[in-house]
């Protein structure tokens, strides 16, 4: 029905095109087509690996109808696996995060597995004919760390998250020099009724900032948008503010505070997840767009500071500011656009993208379509 039309999709020429159609926001057939191309075959951000310090320390990764356990092994190693039992199926752990003190335990008929996936203990086996533990064990899946944050893929065959964001690491570490000594103080979950793109969309963009509701424009105060740069490198993309002057920022004097960079920097890795600093917090925070359905989405949002400092009361209060103020009222764009998606009178829109490239321009949304629509449709 739609590849006539969608694999003729004209994007090469980012200055004239029309973006990505609306249905890619709603339609059923391409969600569950960009599940299969996309969200099972990339890398996901889990945890920092502070959260994961100790033997038994796990974190569980839901993505649509997968769930993916993340555990510190007594060895040391960490490991990722399916978080489904190898007898019936049953899912082994509901918590997000915890510590499992000698083996994992089916809640169903008591199978026991060791911290690195082995069966330990299968109660009741001992007359089955040809049955040998030692031949059963989780599924495992890839796991890498950059930047001390754990990334899992459910595609086996994948290619190393090293290999696609080459170059990301020590830009991160120029804006977050405290990215290897921090511990999570606050997590928040938000449930959206927008596509996970629409999220994306609208945090890569600086176009709105000044334009928008009176959060942002809090923001955007603090931003020399005159050295605003918003820049492509393949499968990762960031953007960033120096700042503007000023003696105040979320209600707190700047003289004095310890932060992680007085700019605005976020830096993105394909395809959902975001590392992120405000200007002159002490807080290094993550926000990933996790698709529930295909106008359903899990924002959550982390907040991390150094474990070798107290959180300062600027610091708290940005975290406060974005989880109460930022946060809902992007959730507001985000559901106004979603809306706006379904109606007759809109199929595509007009990318305003500039030949400077500037901090006005919406090239980071341009590039970020072309990966998604390619990696649908090859």
Not at 322 to 331: A, S
Request: with cysteine; proline share 4%.
């Amino acid at each position: 029905m739609y590849e006539d039309n969608l694999t003729n999709w004209d994007h090469s020429d980012a200055e004239t095109a029309l973006t990505l159609p609306s249905r890619y926001y709603y339609d059923e057939a391409l969600f569950r087509l960009e599940a299969k191309t996309i969200h099972y075959r990339t890398w996901h951000c889990v945890c920092h690996r502070s959260e994961i310090e100790s033997p038994g320390d796990f974190v569980k990764f839901d993505l649509l109808d997968q769930s993916i356990l993340v555990v510190k092994g007594e060895s040391g190693n960490v490991y990722a696996y399916h978080n489904v039992c190898q007898h019936r199926g049953t899912q082994l752990i509901k918590e997000r995060r915890g510590k499992i003190k000698h083996s994992i335990i089916c809640p169903y008929h008591a199978w026991a597995y060791q911290l690195d996936g082995r069966l330990r203990k299968a109660a009741r086996t001992d007359h089955l004919k040809d049955f040998d533990p030692a031949r059963i064990s989780l599924k495992s899946v890839p796991i890498e760390e950059v930047a001390s944050f754990c990334y899992v893929n459910m595609d086996t065959d994948t290619s190393p998250l090293a290999d696609d964001v080459i170059g990301a690491e020590s830009e991160m570490r120029r804006f977050l020099p405290d990215l290897d000594d921090v511990v999570l103080v606050n997590e928040t979950d938000y449930v959206v009724n927008a596509n996970w793109k629409v999220i994306v969309d609208n945090a890569i963009e600086g176009y709105h900032f000044q334009l928008s509701g009176p959060i942002h424009k809090q923001l955007a105060s603090l931003i020399d948008f005159s050295g605003y740069t918003l820049e492509a490198h393949g499968k990762w993309w960031d953007f960033k503010g120096p700042p503007a002057s000023v003696d105040t920022a979320f209600g707190h004097s700047v003289a004095g505070e310890t932060y992680q960079t007085n700019w605005f920097y976020n830096i993105q890795l394909w395809p959902m997840t975001t590392i992120y600093a405000f200007p002159y917090a002490d807080v290094i925070g993550t926000f990933n767009q996790i698709p529930l359905g295909p106008e359903k989405t899990l924002l959550r949002f982390g907040h991390y500071q150094p474990k070798s400092r107290s959180q300062s009361a600027l610091s708290k209060a940005v975290v406060d500011w974005f989880n109460n103020k930022l946060g809902p009222e992007d959730i507001d764009l985000n559901v106004a656009v979603q809306q706006g998606l379904r109606s007759f009178g809109f199929d595509q829109g007009r990318y305003v993208i500039d030949a400077e490239r500037g901090p006005n321009s919406e090239h980071l949304l341009h590039h970020f379509h072309q990966l998604v629509y390619h990696a649908m449709h090859g």
